[in-house]
């Protein structure tokens, strides 16, 4: 459904605890990203990737990691240097590296710290 | 950087009547202006999308105008359905940001039956 797939779903993390979020995609794109979405606020872009073995931080990467070893992955790890890390996570892509591309998003991983 | 403002956060209307979504942008090197609908519990999807170089772009029942003077695009959806209901994020890119997007804050849409 859609190209992207997202999990897990849900998530319950303590604190104190690493969590990997994984995003797959199988529409050959090149362009990965990862956002968080909290009540009352639009997309913040936490990283993204243009192209394999590269990503770049966006306006929110402190306390986040990601890789990109394969073309079709993207995971993001939530550290415990996260302050504030309850929240939605989206996952999205696009086709090119470069240009104004229309993004594909996945049905995103809530993750709730306990 | 480019600074997107979105209103209302929140639009009660009628269903059949129309409801109209602004987005105001700083920067007037913005060239791409996308608006995407997230429904309760779902993924966003582009809706529709206009480029710098259009005044007017019209699909169905949605439309989105673009004022490069004023520096504002607007969401425009006649005769409202149920299905209307959601959340509508509004865009805008920068060409020398690789394209990145940012975002308005999201305006949710009401449609009362």
């Known amino acids: 459904d859609g190209g992207i797939t997202q999990s897990p779903k849900y998530l319950f993390r303590k604190e104190g605890q690493n969590v990997t979020l994984s995003c797959e995609q199988n529409?050959?794109?090149?362009?990965m990203y990862w956002y968080r979405q909290d009540p009352g606020q639009g997309l913040r872009l936490i990283y993204y990737s243009q192209i394999v073995n590269d990503f770049q931080k966006g306006d929110i990467a402190e306390g986040y990691s990601v890789s990109r070893e394969k073309k079709e992955s993207f995971p993001l790890t939530v550290t415990s240097a996260q302050k504030n890390p309850t929240a939605f996570y989206l996952c999205?892509?696009?086709?090119?590296?470069?240009?104004?591309?229309?993004?594909?998003f996945g049905a995103g991983s809530r993750l709730t710290v306990l | 950087g480019e600074n997107v403002e979105q209103h209302p956060s929140t639009l009660s209307v009628q269903e059949g009547d129309s409801a109209v979504i602004k987005c105001t942008y700083s920067?007037?090197?913005?060239?791409?202006f996308p608006w995407y609908k997230q429904e309760l519990g779902k993924r966003p999807q582009l809706i529709i999308d206009?480029?710098?170089n259009v005044g007017e772009k019209k699909d169905q029942r949605i439309a989105v105008t673009l004022n490069k003077t004023a520096k504002h695009f607007s969401l425009h959806i006649t005769e409202t359905q149920p299905e209307d209901s959601a959340v509508y994020f509004c865009a805008a890119t920068l060409p020398d940001s690789n394209y990145q997007l940012i975002w308005g804050a999201g305006t949710k849409l009401i449609i009362k039956p």
């Open positions: 999205a892509s696009s086709p090119t590296r470069t240009g104004a591309n229309v993004l594909t």
């Open positions: 206009i480029r710098s």
């Open positions: 529409l050959n794109h090149d362009a």
């Open positions: 920067d007037s090197a913005s060239n791409y």
